[in-house]
C-alpha cells in the first residue's frame, strides 16, 4: 500500500509559478515511477508528467512542455511539480499517481498506475 498527500495548490495570475509536492507513504522502500495527472471541469483526467524512479528519465505532455517540470527526492520520498508561466488553461486539480509496476518505463495512461493522491486544486486567474 502506498499513500500519496499532494500539497502546494493554490490560486495564481497568469504567468506566475506554483510547487506541487507529493509525499508518498507506506511502501517506500519499493522503487517505482512517479506521474502528475490533471482533471478540470467537465474534462477527462489527463497526463501532465512522469518521472523515474532513478529521476534519469521524464516526459511531459505537449502542453506543459517547457514550462513545467517534475522531479524527485527519493530520500523524502517525494516528487515535484514545478508549474512556471502558468496559463487559464491549466485550471485543473492535479493528482499525482505511483505506478508500482515499472521503475524507468513512463506511462501516459492513468490506467497504468496503481495508487493515487485525493488531490490539489491549482487555479489561474487572467
Known amino acids: 500500500q502506498v499513500q500519496l498527500v499532494e500539497s502546494g495548490g493554490g490560486l ?3 504567468g506566475g509559478s506554483l510547487r506541487l509536492s507529493c509525499a508518498a507513504f507506506g511502501r517506500t522502500s519499493s522503487n517505482y515511477a512517479m506521474g502528475w495527472f490533471r482533471q478540470a471541469p467537465g474534462k477527462e483526467r489527463e497526463f501532465v508528467a512522469a518521472i523515474s524512479w532513478s529521476g534519469s528519465a521524464a516526459n511531459y505532455a ?4 517547457g ?3 517534475i522531479s524527485r527526492d527519493n530520500a523524502k520520498n517525494t ?3 514545478f508549474l512556471n508561466s502558468l496559463k487559464p488553461e491549466d ?3 492535479y493528482y499525482c499517481a505511483a505506478d508500482l509496476r515499472r521503475t524507468q518505463k513512463l506511462q501516459y495512461d492513468p490506467d497504468e498506475y ?6 490539489t486544486q491549482v487555479t489561474v486567474s487572467s
Open 12 to 14: 495564481v495570475q497568469a
Open 62 to 65: 505537449d502542453s506543459v512542455k
Open 67 to 69: 514550462r513545467f517540470t
Open 79 to 81: 516528487v515535484y511539480l
Open 91 to 93: 485550471t485543473a486539480v
Open 114 to 119: 496503481d495508487y493515487w493522491g485525493q488531490g
